[in-house]
């Protein structure tokens, strides 16, 4: 499905992922873990074409470097970020129609020339975002709300309900759960296991252990740029090295007592 | 009141294509969030254009298209040439940017027309209709027309349509309508073009006007940007509202204080809606005013 073939991306003089290979197989969620500063989002950016590197990544055996960021949208890939794109003034209703874009509806002479069938592609498209909100256990009340008014909880399921707006094939969440409450992230859970069980493809950036392990089907493991480990979450998370790097993030915690979460999954 | 009624019917006129340049200015803004200083300059590039087309013996309706779609494509080149390469970097090097092609349009046009006003034909007759002690001429309604007929559907198009909004969501956030597949490089190029052909439309009403100089580049920019701002920088509503605002001003105190002082009442008014309420009648966001 995705194909990440030695890649290498570079600020300046910091070598910041080296050698980084991944593949990530249909139908399945995929996590990126690894301590900050190992280049999760680093390599979600390359991906989704925000930074310059070198090696390949073909999405369904299409190459998707060298395309421009837009162009690899229209490519299947919808991705969020850890802090929501969310413009202050813009409404719920106006970012999710910007979505209109990419399902090719609404050409300018179906407006011009076939007013009712615009009008009738605009109704679907409204009861589409209204289910994008819902489907995430939002209330649709929420789409006349400008963004800015919003609690972060709901932005960060806003923002996903905006990258499925463009029906992506590949569905890349940096860190989704931040700032999610319990609640919540048992709903996103739910809704990702069902759109895994719909075919879609999820790589996820998570730092809660206990929610990688418990939806992931596989796990790589990134630490100083390189890959560390790739496997199942339970094989991986027993590993001593990837304690290691996991605990190394968490200063004045002794290796010797893993985090709470961490000791729940073996 | 004869005169009280006649100055409302010209400011009428001088209102709607001050309103084209208004509108074209804020379609810019309310995309790329840019100040196009060099929007009067394109304006008058139009009808420099057409003059030399009528020179070379074609139609009056071609000359003026040609001269339009001069405009437009140079707008197009500008975007291209002059800012894209210019668009990482920190607002205000574009901003300047436009004011440099502002100084070069007027440098060259003095070189190749020379630095004299010319005069262009209007449009339609200037021979006065009477109406009950009004004077309204032919040319007058074409203008006020054209206008109409240009700005209103673009208005509708811009506030209805996924174009529309795509080119509001580039302002806001770049990345947001990348992520939904839309290039905001060709969102800024399609202000830009439609914002030339505002402006070349603005230039080749007004020439017959006003005469046509080098310097009326700076002068237009100056009317456009003040009606912008009063209506709201980045609102096109308030553009449209704001252009026959300024004109009814201009064309007032021309009348009943001095005809030397209507310019100088349009930089008051911009200075005082920059002061006093930035957002100006109907606008919201004018956060890059304040860092320029």
Redesign the interface.
């Known amino acids: 499905m995705l194909e990440i073939t030695r890649l290498n991306v570079r600020f300046g003089g910091a070598h910041v992922l080296r050698d980084v290979s991944v593949a990530v197989t249909r139908g399945q969620i995929h996590g990126l873990i690894g301590p900050n500063g190992s280049g999760k989002t680093t390599l979600l950016n390359a991906i989704s074409g925000f930074v310059d590197c070198t090696g390949t990544i073909t999405l369904d055996g299409r190459r998707l470097n060298g395309l421009a960021a837009h162009r690899r949208v229209g490519k299947g890939l919808g991705r969020t970020f850890q802090n929501p794109k969310a413009p202050d003034d813009m409404t719920v209703a106006d970012l999710l129609r910007l979505g209109e874009h990419q399902i090719r509806t609404l050409q300018w002479h179906t407006v011009a020339f076939r007013p009712w069938k615009a009008a009738h592609q605009r109704h679907m498209f409204a009861q589409r975002c209204e289910q994008a909100l819902t489907s995430l256990g939002l209330s649709p009340d929420l789409l006349e709300r400008e963004l800015g008014t919003i609690a972060s909880g709901d932005l960060k399921m806003i923002d996903i309900a905006r990258a499925l707006m463009v029906r992506p094939r590949l569905l890349v969440l940096d860190e989704p759960t931040s700032g999610m409450n319990d609640h919540e992230i048992e709903v996103l859970r739910t809704r990702l296991e069902w759109l895994r069980e719909s075919g879609l493809t999820v790589l996820i950036v998570e730092h809660n252990v206990r929610v990688v392990t418990d939806i992931c089907d596989r796990i790589t493991v990134l630490s100083g740029g390189g890959i560390l480990a790739e496997g199942p979450p339970r094989e991986v998370f027993q590993r001593p090295d990837v304690i290691d790097a996991y605990l190394g993030e968490d200063e004045g915690r002794s290796p010797e007592s893993p985090p709470a979460s961490l000791e729940k999954t073996r | 009141m004869a005169i009280f009624g006649q100055t409302i019917i010209s400011a009428v006129a001088a209102g709607a294509i001050y309103a084209l340049i208004a509108v074209g200015f804020s379609l810019i803004y309310q995309t790329t969030k840019l100040v196009n200083f060099a929007h009067g300059s394109i304006a008058i590039l139009a009808p420099y254009v057409s003059y030399s087309l009528l020179k070379l013996g074609l139609a009056m309706p071609v000359a003026v298209l040609g001269g339009v779609l001069a405009a437009a494509a140079f707008a197009f080149v500008m975007d291209r040439v002059v800012l894209a390469p210019l668009r990482t970097r920190h607002i205000s090097v574009p901003i300047l940017a436009t004011v440099a092609v502002a100084i070069v349009i007027e440098a060259v046009t003095s070189l190749v027309w020379g630095s004299q006003p010319l005069y262009l034909e209007s449009l339609a007759s200037d021979e006065p209709w009477r109406i009950s002690g009004l004077s309204i001429t032919p040319n007058q309604v074409v203008i006020v027309g054209i206008t109409g007929a240009v700005v209103l559907p673009l208005l509708w198009i811009i506030a209805t349509?996924?174009?529309g909004?795509?080119m509001?969501?580039c302002a806001?956030?770049p990345?947001?309508?990348?992520?939904?597949?839309?290039?905001?490089a060709r969102m800024y190029l399609l202000s830009f073009v439609l914002g030339g052909v505002l402006a070349g439309l603005a230039g080749v009403l007004i020439a017959p006007v006003t005469g046509l100089k080098p310097t009326g580049g700076l002068e237009l920019s100056t009317i456009g940007f003040s009606a912008a701002v009063l209506g709201g920088l980045g609102s096109l509503p308030g553009a449209l509202v704001g252009g026959f605002l300024i004109a009814l001003l201009i064309n007032m105190t021309q009348v009943y204080l001095s005809a030397g002082y209507g310019l100088g009442v349009a930089y008051l008014v911009m200075a005082l809606v920059l002061l006093v309420r930035v957002r100006g009648l109907f606008g919201?966001?004018i956060e890059a005013v304040r860092q320029v």
């Open positions: 349509t996924k174009v909004r795509a509001r969501g806001q956030d990345e947001v309508v990348t992520l939904f597949g839309v290039s905001p919201d966001d």
